[in-house]
Every structure is written in structure tokens, then in C-alpha cells.
């Protein structure tokens, strides 16, 4: 049920305009159709309790809703009104109600009562709650149970009463009692924290003949004194006196009043009726609501004004109800009694104080027009004036529950989450849906207001709703040029969104086709999605789409039992593998075992068994329900150390744990004085310095006991010296120096000394007698001899001159003899009168030939370099003239070799010279030799021979 609409449309209510919003969307948080459950653990606790009382104030009530769309009513009694007038034993804080707290879901009714005292005693407190469910006047019951004398009010007979007993001292019990007062013992259930006198409710609807929640209902609390033997109330003298204790009251509507007693204020001598009662409106999930939520806040306009929306699925009327900005108790702002206006569901109704200038502002009437005269001064004093920079905007409903409040800007309300801005000039803070999480950037918004004569101004998709500027409705057309949109449509956003597109199917079903704004049509490739099953990949078939393929058989997977590991895949099936064992955890008080869900489990065995805690600092545990605990504790004994502290840690057990550094302490040493603890060792301080006895193999030390100095033998083994330069490697052995080996003295390499050891001065050098033979280690003298030590004397060598005029000799100490080359080019003489202009090069003497050599002796004028034709066919013995061709001419046939003349010097110097056995002669003046004079050819080509060579050379 909701009341976003789109546009305004007028409805007759009872001769009353409201203005109603037809549906935008079903809002996440919609009270009329869902619910977030408010979740309760029956366990005495109240930590899942959520709702803030109304700041310090008592006997009032307020209802709060969580961002999750859980409800919650509760609501704060006076301290210390209970009951005075009665005696000892009867009269005391046990039964002083403090806090009552109610919310629901679609299982259970949940009540968590808070008295002032303890649960326990002789007749313990009882706790009673009336449950009206059809809320009609006089149907019903109206005397509590157990023979009390207290009636609830007519407006609140009852069909069921909730109470709790203690029967035979039994531990508490939750009663149901019907309105003709048959009990269905321990219908409900209950947890009590007796420290604090807590007692946490659950009744399941079927308790109360209901198949889930009701859409509302009322209920009345008392508390009494319990007769422990009999379980019913302990009365009070006759039937004419209330033995109500306390009572769940706003006191007739004044909480200001100074003296608030259940007696004689709320019931007395004539007056045996509880007025009070609390109304309490629920959603289809159970949760507590308001039925009636501030819609619009107008704080920023002139007039002021406010929208209140019915939420409920009836209509209501809003006489009783009250409206306000004083968000404290007693305050100076204002709070006025709304009249009686009935607004239907999903209508809202619109109300202020001045009805002439609203009229003139939004053309229209105003639904409901606050009366100042009509003022709540039992909550507030003041008239209503919203702060343009923020306040408070409260709900009271006819039992001054506070149902709704809404606060923006600066304001704030205990449990209330701000985030609402203050609104702007002609700005409306506006309730989006039915929404209500008491957190108002959730809930609100703030919008320009509007009317039909002053409309939106926001796009096409935003529209005037009970005079604010909303969304439109869901599907409101706002069609666009776009190809590809289809129909657009509002979406309730204020967003104009595209309609329906067109078709696009390329009849590939592993493709997503779609039409692409401004081209059209395109595919894309889908991605198949996995179907969780290990032993399958998805794959996907043109004609038939997505589907899947076994994986390999043997492929590892995952069985999803935790009790199984090693699983393989068979045909597309994980199966197989090897049973889970599941370890000992080593502690006696559990048993191990394997759930397929959870794998390994532990279960509690062995109570009352000895077991180990895990904590050192405990002896003696044993097993209770799985856990090991109890055993007494560890006494840690003084481990003598006076720089530690012992105690007992859980994980380690004994410990000794240092002192602070610096604490005086003694050592039990007397060769120390002044020592101090440091990191928890106790040394430091001046130690008694001993005299050395200089023998190496002792140290002075000092004995700990007496003090007195002494000599302890190092250990055997330490080096050490025994002042003979003669030995070494010597050790200590039972306090004395020895050993080691003798040192042997190296040779200086002087071989006119010897080397020897002198105890006193080590190794030293004497000298041979004089005379000794001996070596200098000069190559260029000889016959050397020792004196004084020292190798000299001898005569120097004299080097022999090889004949060659290109090289020196000389004598090196290090190598003796050696011919060394002279500089090349220096001038020599080779000994050759056929050459001249000798020089050395690389040690040889070598010059060029001599012309006039080179000729046969005037034999056969013919060219050198040739025979004229002559003789052909002869071969001058084989041997080459110098390597230069005869032009193709062979040599004189007359003259077959060169007069046996050494054949082979024909090689371009002269012509076969002759050797030492042709008489020693010279060949001419020139000193070459010739063939005789037979053929003067040959002398011609031997010199053009030599010609060329020599050219070459250049």
C-alpha cells in the first residue's frame, strides 16, 4: 500500500479534500506489504533491543525504526512509583516497573520488561499484559489474572493475558490466559537476568488463535506480588483495594505532575482501573509501525505546513492524535491536538495554521487546520514555529505514543539519523513512498513545492505530488528521437529510460544481440555460465545455445562433501576418493568426527574427566560439556634470583620476570662490591683486582667465598711463551710452559755464513773461515773466495771475439758471454772484392755486387741476357741464372756447365764463381772469378741478372 501517485487527484473523505499520490513503485522498506524481521534471541539480554527512549522523560513511549526496516516500540515508567502504602515484605522495588519494550515478527510477540529490583524472594514479582485484539470498547475481559483487583481500561478489554509465574519455586514460567481465564501454562517462553531484573518474552501468535500478526492491537501492563505456593496475585485486603503494584501509565496524560504513584494517583480506594494503554500497529512481517508518517515538512514557506500520510490498510481518523515541533518533554516549543479528520489509506492529508494563506499559495484548501488553542500542554507549552535552519517535526498518536518524527538540517531526535537538508525558500521536504527508517537521507527529500497554477519545472518525468515535485509515475511516456529506445518511459526516478527495442536475432544462440544507439543492431559473443558442477565446462552450440561437456575422466574435483578428498571426475560425476580422517585434536573433553557439510566436528565427551585447560597457571581441570576449565591455581616457587619476580603466566606457566635495572642486589660473590640488577641478572659492581704472577699459564682469580686473591692454571693446552727464542708452539700444561718444537733458522742464501739458533738471541749468521771456495753469483768473474763472511775476490772472465764485424762480445753477471748485434747500417767489410758498400743488418755483413765482375771474360760478345741464338739447347748445368728467365734462349752449347765452376753462384752476384780450388786466384783485377775467356755472353746475363735484382730490392 503505498501513496506516490502521478499528478494530484481530489478525494471526498467524510466532506474533507486529501490529496492522494496513486503508487510510483513498491519501495524497498514499504510498510504495507514488507518488513525487515527484528531479529530477537530469547536470552535475557538486551542487546538486540535497539530503540532510544525520548531523551530523560518518563512515562512516555516512542516507536523507532531501524535502516533496516525493523520496528520497535519502548517505553520508560517513573522510578520508584510503585506502590507506597503497604507493609513490609509487600511493598518494595522488586516489582517497580522501569522499561517495557515491544517489537514482532511473523512468528512471535517479543516484550522485554526491566524492573527495579531482583527477580527472586518469597513471592517473587509477577508480570501481567492484557492483549486487546480487536480494539473494541467492552469486548473482552478486563480484570487481570489470578484474582487481581485491577481492571484495564474499557477502550482495552482483553481476549489474552501474558504473565509470568514461578510455580513451587520453579524456575519462570510464561502463561497465556484467555479472556475467560483458562491458562495455557508455559505458552511462551522467557529469560530472565535475574542481576538486573530482566525478564526477555516470546509468545508465538498461535498462542493467541492467530495463524501470523494481527494489523494491530492493544496492551495494558501491571505488576504484583505472586503468592509462591498458590501462583495467583497476593491480594490486598477485600476486592475493593487494587493489588496492582505498578502500573505501565502516562498518569492521564500528565508527565509534568510532581508526585506520580501507582497509589493513590493512578488507582485508589474508588478508582480500580488502569486508563492507560498502549496501541501498537504492525506490518505484514510483524514489525511495529506507525500508521501515520509526516509525508511533507514545509518549514521554509509562508504558511508552514505538513503532510500526513496513512500508511495503514483502513482509513483513520486523526482525532487523538497530536502534532508538533517540542521534540523534549515539558519543552517551549509547540505541540496542538489534531481534530478529527479522517484521511484514507494511501492518502495525505495536509495541515497548518493558516488556512487563508495556504489557500492563496496553492490554490486549494488545506485538509487540516491547526488550532493553537488546542495546544498538548502536557507535553509542550509553546505553539509551533519551524526553525528555517533545522528542527524537529514529532507524531504523537492518541496514547502519546511518539510514532514518527523527522528532523532536518540542525535537528535532532535520539535514534533519529540525520542527513536531510534544511530546505530552501519554497523548498518541501518530502517522504519518498511509504519508506520509514528513521534515517532521513533514506526517507526524504527535499524538492520545490508546487501547485496546479505553479507546476514543475524538473524535465518531463517530474511531477507536482501534494504540492511537491516528485517523480512521476513509473511508465509515464517521455518518447525521444532515438531509433533504437523504443517507447521511453519515466522510471519513477525522475529519468526518462528507453522503452522496448527493437528485435535484434541473428538466430545464433551464442551471440546477445541488441540495438546499438545510432547504428542499430550488433551481436555479442555470450559467456556461458558455469553450472557449479566440477566435472562440467560450460560450452555453448549455435543452434541450441549454452550447455556443457563432461571434462576428462580422473579429473580432480570437488564433491562438495567434507568428508571425502582425492575426488575424480567419472562421466561428468564427482565421485569417488577417500574417506576424511579426522585428526585428534589432542584435548580429552572432545570426540572427533566428520559432517559431510562441516567436515571434522568435535562433540563433547568424557564430563567430569581430567583434562589440560591450556592454562599453565591451573592444575587439576576437567571436562564439562566439550570444554576443560576449573583446577586449581599454580603456585609459582622463588626461582633464588634476586633480580627476577616469579608469576604465572597462561601460556608459559611459571615464569620469573626481571626486576626494574638498577635495583640493588647481591651476587653472593665477595670478590665484587655495588652490584645491580640489569635485564634480571644481578651483576655489575666493582670487582677485587688480584696481582698477576707474570707466569702465563696462571690467572689471578679471587675466591667468591672469602674474598681472597689466588692463581688458577689456565687451561691445558693455551698457548703460550717460554722466552727461548729456540722453541715454538709451546703450551701450557698443569700451570707451566713447554713443549713445542725446536726452531729451525732459515738460510740467508750468503753461502760464506751458517745459520743457527742462540737461546738468548734466536736465529742468527756466523761466518765460514776465510778461504772457503764459494760462488758470487757473477757470471763474469771466477775463482771467488770467503772473507769475513762474504764471497770476493776472483778475476774477470774475457770474453772471446767470434770474426763477425757485426756483432760485440760481451760478459752480463746474470748470463755471462753473448755476441750482441751492432746498430744496422753501420759500416763492415763482408771480405768479398766483388761487393761494396758493405753494412751490418741484424748482425750479418752484406753489400752490393760489383759490375765488372759479372762478365765471361770477353767469350762470346753476345748480350748478357741472352746467347745471339747460339748454342741453343744447352742448359747451363740445371742451374738457374738467379731466377730470371734466358728470354727462352738456352746457354752455349760449346760450354755445358761453367767449367765446373761452382754452378750454383750463378745467382745474380757473379757468374760460378770459382772455389778454393782453382788455384787460389782471383778472377782479373776485380777479384771475380771467370769461366776462362771461352764465352763472355754468360758475364753479360749474369750482370743483367743482378741488375734487375737490384732493382727489386728498391
Known amino acids: 500500500m503505498h501513496y506516490a501517485a502521478r499528478g494530484l487527484v481530489a478525494e471526498e473523505v467524510s466532506g474533507m479534500r486529501v490529496w492522494i499520490r496513486v503508487a510510483v513503485a513498491a519501495l524497498v522498506l514499504g510498510l504495507g506489504s514488507s518488513a525487515y524481521a527484528h531479529p530477537v534471541t530469547v536470552d535475557g539480554d538486551a542487546a538486540d533491543w535497539f530503540a532510544a527512549p525520548v531523551g530523560s522523560a518518563v512515562n512516555v513511549g516512542r516507536l523507532q525504526r531501524d535502516a533496516s526496516g525493523g520496528g520497535e516500540i519502548v517505553f520508560v515508567d517513573a522510578d520508584d512509583d510503585v506502590r507506597n502504602d503497604l507493609a513490609t515484605g509487600m511493598a518494595n522495588e522488586i516489582a517497580d516497573l522501569r522499561e517495557v519494550r515491544v517489537t514482532a515478527d511473523a512468528t512471535n510477540l517479543y516484550f522485554l520488561v526491566d524492573l527495579d529490583g531482583t527477580t527472586d524472594g518469597a513471592n517473587p514479582p509477577m508480570v501481567q499484559i492484557a492483549i486487546d485484539l480487536d480494539r473494541t470498547t467492552d469486548s473482552g475481559a478486563r480484570f487481570f489474572a489470578g484474582f487481581a483487583d485491577l481492571q484495564t481500561s474499557a477502550d482495552a478489554a482483553f481476549e489474552w493475558i501474558v504473565r509470568t509465574r514461578s510455580p513451587a519455586a520453579s524456575p519462570v514460567q510464561v502463561d497465556v490466559v484467555s479472556q475467560t481465564y483458562v491458562t495455557s501454562a508455559a505458552a511462551g517462553t522467557v529469560a530472565v537476568d535475574a542481576a538486573s531484573a530482566r525478564y526477555e518474552i516470546a509468545v508465538p501468535w498461535s498462542a493467541f488463535g492467530l495463524a501470523g500478526p494481527p494489523s494491530a492491537f492493544r496492551f495494558s501492563v501491571a505488576t504484583f506480588r505472586e503468592n509462591a505456593g498458590s501462583g495467583d496475585v497476593i491480594g490486598i485486603g477485600d476486592g475493593s483495594i487494587s493489588n496492582a503494584l505498578d502500573l505501565l501509565t502516562d498518569y492521564a496524560d500528565q508527565p509534568n505532575v510532581a508526585s506520580l504513584n501507582t497509589w493513590p494517583d493512578e488507582v485508589n480506594g474508588t478508582d480500580l482501573v488502569l486508563d492507560h494503554y498502549n496501541e ?244 555479442t559473443a555470450i559467456t556461458c555460465t558455469d553450472d557449479g558442477n566440477p566435472c562440467t565446462v560450460p560450452v555453448c552450440d549455435m543452434a541450441t545455445g549454452c550447455g556443457f561437456a563432461n571434462v576428462a575422466d580422473g579429473t580432480s574435483c570437488d564433491d562438495a562433501d567434507a568428508c571425502t578428498t582425492a575426488t575424480t571426475c567419472t562421466a561428468g560425476t564427482c565421485g569417488a576418493g577417500m574417506a576424511v580422517t579426522c585428526m585428534d585434536d589432542g584435548d580429552a573433553c572432545t570426540a572427533e568426527r566428520c559432517d559431510g557439510a562441516l567436515g571434522c566436528v568435535r562433540d563433547a565427551v568424557g564430563d567430569g574427566g581430567a583434562c589440560d585447560d591450556g592454562n599453565a597457571c591451573t592444575m587439576g581441570s576437567t571436562c564439562s560439556m566439550g570444554a576443560c576449565s576449573g583446577g586449581a591455581a599454580v603456585t609459582c616457587t622463588d626461582d633464588g634470583n634476586p633480580c627476577t619476580a616469579e608469576a604465572c603466566d597462561p601460556v608459559m606457566g611459571c615464569v620469573a620476570t626481571p626486576v626494574t635495572d638498577g635495583t640493588a642486589c647481591d651476587d653472593e660473590s665477595a670478590c665484587t662490591t655495588g652490584t645491580t640488577c640489569s635485564a634480571g641478572t644481578c651483576g655489575g659492581g666493582s670487582a677485587v683486582s688480584c696481582p698477576d704472577d707474570t707466569n702465563p699459564c696462571t690467572a689471578p682469580v679471587c675466591n667468591p667465598t672469602s674474598g681472597e686473591c689466588g692463581f688458577a692454571n689456565v687451561t691445558d693446552g693455551v698457548g703460550c711463551d717460554d722466552t727461548n727464542p729456540c722453541t715454538t708452539g709451546t703450551t701450557c700444561t698443569a700451570g707451566a710452559c713447554g713443549g713445542g718444537a725446536a726452531v729451525v733458522c732459515t738460510d740467508d742464501g750468503n753461502s760464506c755464513t751458517a745459520e743457527a739458533c742462540d737461546p738468548t738471541t734466536g736465529c742468527r749468521s756466523t761466518p765460514v773461515a776465510d778461504g772457503t771456495v764459494c760462488d758470487d753469483a757473477d757470471a763474469c768473474t771466477t775463482g771467488e773466495v770467503c772473507a769475513s763472511g762474504a764471497c770476493a775476490g776472483g778475476a774477470a772472465v774475457t770474453c772471446t771475439d767470434d770474426g763477425n764485424p757485426c756483432t760485440v762480445e760481451m760478459c752480463s753477471p746474470g748470463s755471462g758471454c753473448a755476441s750482441t748485434s751492432v746498430a744496422d747500417g753501420m759500416a763492415c767489410d763482408d771480405g768479398d772484392a766483388c761487393t761494396e758498400n758493405d753494412e751490418c743488418t741484424a748482425g750479418a755483413c752484406g753489400g752490393d755486387p760489383v759490375a765488372a765482375c759479372m762478365s765471361d771474360a770477353g767469350v762470346d760478345g753476345g748480350l748478357a741476357l741472352e746467347d745471339g741464338g747460339v748454342d741453343a739447347g744447352v742448359d747451363d748445368g740445371g742451374v738457374d741464372d738467379g731466377g730470371v728467365d734466358d728470354g727462352g734462349v738456352d746457354d752455349d752449347a760449346s760450354v755445358p756447365s761453367d767449367a765446373g765452376r761452382d754452378a750454383g753462384r750463378d745467382a745474380g752476384r757473379r757468374d760460378a764463381g770459382a772455389d778454393a780450388g782453382d788455384g787460389g786466384a782471383s778472377g782479373g783485377g776485380c777479384d771475380c772469378r771467370t769461366d776462362g775467356g771461352d764465352d763472355t755472353r754468360f758475364a753479360w746475363l749474369a750482370l743483367g741478372l743482378v741488375a734487375f735484382a737490384r732493382r727489386r730490392r728498391r
Open 280 to 523: 501498537v500497529w504492525l506490518s505484514a512481517a510483524g514489525e511495529p509501525i506507525s500508521p501515520i508518517l509526516i509525508a511533507r515538512v514545509a518549514s521554509n514557506v509562508n504558511p508552514e505546513w505538513f503532510g500526513l500520510a496513512n500508511v495503514a490498510s483502513g482509513s483513520i481518523d486523526l482525532a487523538g492524535f497530536k502534532l508538533g515541533d517540542e521534540e523534549t518533554v515539558g519543552g517551549g516549543e509547540g505541540m496542538v491536538r489534531l481534530p478529527a479528520a479522517t484521511v484514507s489509506s494511501g492518502a495525505i492529508a495536509t495541515a497548518t495554521l493558516n488556512d487563508t494563506t495556504f489557500t492563496t499559495l496553492y490554490g486549494t484548501a488545506p485538509d487540516v487546520v491547526l488550532d493553537p488553542m488546542a495546544r498538548f500542554m502536557a507535553w509542550a507549552t509553546g505553539t509551533i514555529t519551524l526553525s528555517n535552519g533545522g528542527d524537529e517535526v514529532i507524531l504523537l498518536g492518541r496514547d502519546n505514543l511518539v510514532l514518527d518524527v523527522a528532523i532536518y538540517g540542525s535537528g535532532s531526535f535520539a535514534g533519529v539519523t540525520g542527513g536531510l537538508s534544511a530546505p530552501a525558500t519554497n523548498f518541501v521536504a518530502a517522504r519518498l513512498g511509504d519508506t520509514d527508517t528513521d534515517v532521513m537521507s533514506a526517507d526524504f527529500v527535499s524538492v520545490p513545492d508546487c501547485s496546479a497554477t505553479d507546476p514543475c519545472a524538473g524535465g518531463v518525468c517530474q511531477e507536482c505530488a501534494t504540492f511537491a515535485c516528485l517523480a512521476s509515475t513509473v511508465g509515464t511516456s517521455c518518447a525521444d528521437a532515438e531509433p533504437c529506445d523504443g517507447e521511453e518511459v519515466c522510471d519513477g526516478a525522475g529519468a526518462c529510460v528507453a522503452g522496448t527495442p527493437p528485435t535484434c536475432d541473428d538466430s545464433n544462440a551464442c551471440t546477445t544481440d541488441a540495438c546499438v544507439p545510432g547504428s542499430g543492431c550488433a551481436s
